[in-house]
């Protein structure tokens, strides 16, 4: 996966309410949906006249540092901005992940049950979030985890062409450690292969220890890096 086709899946599987060009630069505005959605990029070269036009922009000053934009972070850094949340990109053929689940042990459903909505919800995950979800145009799925007969986890799942990518996975605090994040790491490899897609991926922050362990335990590997700069 190249940093193009990782940024191009990534916006059209979270999406941000709407997007606009000054110059070289792509601003979005998230409505409230993090910073993935909110984050300016450079789409093009750019000079230092074309930053200062995309900074006077924005309310709040965010920008998107992927591979290859070293020249952008310097230029960042010498004007005060802070390096915020590494993020490191997995990804997998979807058959690698994929595998038999119990008929009650997830559910891929759309719009998300109430119960999806209160996982993620005390996960910190609310209405600015699933409006995100909301405007994805493809196919898409809510996956809802369920250990020992309780609803224990849930996830966001999209497709745009070959390939599908999670997003929001989130497991109650009282019941990690039990293979919740496992079961929908499986089901949404399953849900993929279903659409088609040959492809899994998925991002986490660099400091989410526990997560990156179990996607290396699945057998993925890591395809992107980036992260935020902010004043």
């Known amino acids: 996966m190249t940093p193009a086709t990782l940024a191009e899946v990534m916006d059209a599987t979270w999406p941000a309410a709407r997007t606009h ?3 070289p630069f792509r601003l979005r505005e998230g409505a409230g949906g993090g910073k993935r959605v909110s984050a300016a990029s450079a ?3 750019w000079t230092e ?8 922009e924005m309310a709040a000053p ?10 952008l972070d310097a230029s960042l850094a010498a004007r005060g901005y802070r390096i915020v949340d590494p993020v490191i990109a997995y990804s997998a053929p ?6 038999a689940l119990d008929p009650l042990a997830a559910f891929a459903h759309w719009p998300p049950l109430q119960i999806a909505c209160s996982l993620w919800a005390e996960g910190g995950i609310g209405r600015e979030r699933l409006a995100v979800m909301a405007r994805v145009k493809g196919a ?13 986890g849930v996830a966001f799942v999209a497709l745009h062409g070959p ?6 996975l989130e497991v109650g605090p009282r019941f990690r450690r039990k293979g919740a994040g496992s079961i929908i790491l499986k089901a949404a490899a399953n849900w993929a292969m279903a659409q088609g897609a040959g492809r899994l991926s998925l991002v986490v922050t660099e400091r989410n220890l526990a997560a990156r362990a179990m996607y290396a335990r699945a057998g993925m590997g890591v395809v992107g890096q980036y992260h935020y700069r902010m004043r």
Do not use: N
């Not at 979807?94 to 595998?99: F, P, T």
């Not at 898409?140 to 224990?152: S, T």
């Open 94 to 99: 979807a058959s690698a992940l994929a595998g």
């Open 163 to 168: 390939d599908a990518m999670l997003h929001a």
């Open 21 to 23: 060009d000054i110059g």
């Open 62 to 71: 965010l920008f998107l540092i992927r591979a290859g934009d070293t020249a």
């Open 49 to 56: 006249a074309d930053l200062a036009a995309a900074e006077a």
């Open 140 to 152: 898409k799925a809510a996956l809802l985890a369920r250990v020992a007969d309780k609803p224990v």
């Open 43 to 45: 789409e093009r070269a």
